[in-house]
């Protein structure tokens, strides 16, 4: 059976906030300028944003800064005419999927936790029953004072999201942990907020990036694999609850998603091997997306190799095939997935290694295909799983592959085939 997935419409665009409606507490701190940006970006990322400004924050921004970048009027006055007969703290509280609180002030932190409610954000603040994410920004010394501390331990306590802020140089020259975490990981803690714990309880071993096998101290042999896929992966993982251990070659990429997600950094295909079949043992899922080079030197040359002759020959001999083992060894309840690239006859290549490494699920891709090749923030696959059921996934964002990846693979368990038993 085969499935083309029709996405044709901003197929290259992934909107992992589409629909979503989000209310952003702007409270009186330097870091509203970086909120202003956020809130542009999280209407690129499909979101609906209402801004709510303190007095303080308007000494910052103005209420017309974020009107004109969300297409909603901010609100700073609970008692705001236009808004009087739709009490706009009820109201504004029942329609909103999520509570962001960005940049948060240690004054604004003492009035949450102690449950002072004397201005429209932190009434609201008392309304909202759902998720409430608070991002704190404030002077490293400011942040770190027990009193602050206290505060942040009883909203936690009661069950609000309160995200490390970043550590570096704020903006009075001091250095140390105060500073508004970037929107990478703002976005990846808000995806997760909102996203379906559909991953709880999972522990996902994914694999990324390529390896280097050393010919020289200078020189090794490796391949075009960015890690990309990988990377979007692990973090999609994260975002849907699981615990997730990446196991990555030498990528140049930021870290995915926030410290939930446990890296363990390799260079050779011997050491990924080894980092592979250490977190296996206790893995439900494991994604095979890393390039795995298929061979490596003989004898490693000590000292830099010196051009001597116009030709030359490199021995070479296998390296551990990492997904065939561990398909030859998988345990019951063990749900595995690894990856193809092709250059010609895609779907036979692909149907021959699933059968040949006892994979649950391939995902192919035909590297000479535009947008789906290497080092691209695109691609385009085949999704093929035990039964050979093939779903075709045109050219979209490598964020939106990896949500067709996993949303396959939970179908693998809620199927209930022979090697997954416990999923």
């Given amino acids: 059976m085969s499935k083309i997935l029709d996405e044709s419409a901003g197929k290259h665009v992934f909107k992992p906030l589409q629909g979503k409606n989000i209310l952003l507490g702007i409270s009186g ?4 300028f970086k909120a202003a940006e956020y809130v542009r970006n999280l209407t690129k990322e499909g979101a609906g944003v209402q801004a709510i400004l303190t007095a303080n924050a308007t000494r910052f921004v103005t209420e017309n800064t974020f009107s004109a970048l969300s297409g909603q009027k901010a609100m700073t006055d609970m008692f705001d005419p236009s808004k009087c007969f739709r009490i706009p703290h009820i109201n504004m509280a029942r329609q909103a999927d999520l509570f962001i609180i960005l940049p948060a002030t240690a004054n604004i932190i003492a009035k949450l936790a102690h449950g002072i409610a004397d201005d429209l954000l932190t009434t609201l603040f008392l309304s909202f029953t759902r998720q409430i994410l608070i991002f704190p920004s404030m002077n490293p010394d400011m942040y770190s004072h027990p009193a602050t501390q206290a505060n942040i331990d009883i909203l936690r306590s009661m069950g609000f999201t309160v995200v490390e802020p970043d550590s570096g140089t704020v903006v009075c020259g001091d250095r140390g942990k105060g500073r508004l975490p970037g929107w990478k990981r703002v976005l990846f803690h808000i995806r997760k907020a909102l996203s379906r714990k559909t991953l709880q309880g999972k522990k996902v071993l994914v694999t990324a990036g390529p390896t280097r096998e050393p010919v020289d101290p200078v020189r090794y042999i490796s391949n075009r694999s960015s890690g990309k896929m990988g990377y979007s992966i692990a973090e999609a993982a994260s975002i849907r609850g699981a615990s997730v251990q990446l196991v990555s070659g030498p ?17 050779t295909a011997s050491e990924m091997a080894r980092a592979v079949f250490s ?16 061979y490596t030197p003989v004898q490693p040359l000590e000292h830099k190799m010196k051009k001597s002759t116009d030709k030359m020959t490199l021995k070479l001999q296998r390296t551990t095939d990492i997904l065939q083992e561990l398909g030859l060894k998988k345990k019951q309840g063990l749900v595995l997935a690894g990856f193809c690239a092709e250059s010609r006859d895609l779907k036979k290549h692909a149907i021959e290694k699933l059968r040949k490494k006892n994979l649950d699920l391939i995902i192919a891709n035909d590297v000479t295909m535009p947008g789906a090749g290497f ?25 939106a ?11 693998i368990c809620s199927q209930g085939p022979a090697s997954a038993a416990s999923c």
């Avoid at 592959?401 to 179908?411: C, S, T, W």
């Fill in 29 to 32: 701190g330097i870091a509203c």
């Fill in 401 to 411: 592959v990896a949500e067709h990846i996993l949303d396959m693979l939970q179908d």
């Fill in 251 to 267: 990528v140049c990429l930021p870290p995915p998603g926030d410290t939930e997600i446990d890296i363990t950094r390799v260079e």
């Fill in 375 to 399: 080092d691209v923030d695109t691609n385009a696959v085949l999704l093929i799983d035990r039964e050979e059921n093939v779903v075709e996934i045109p050219v979209m964002d490598k964020r």
């Fill in 279 to 294: 977190a296996a043992e206790s893995a439900d899922i494991i994604i095979m997306a890393a390039a795995v080079s298929d």
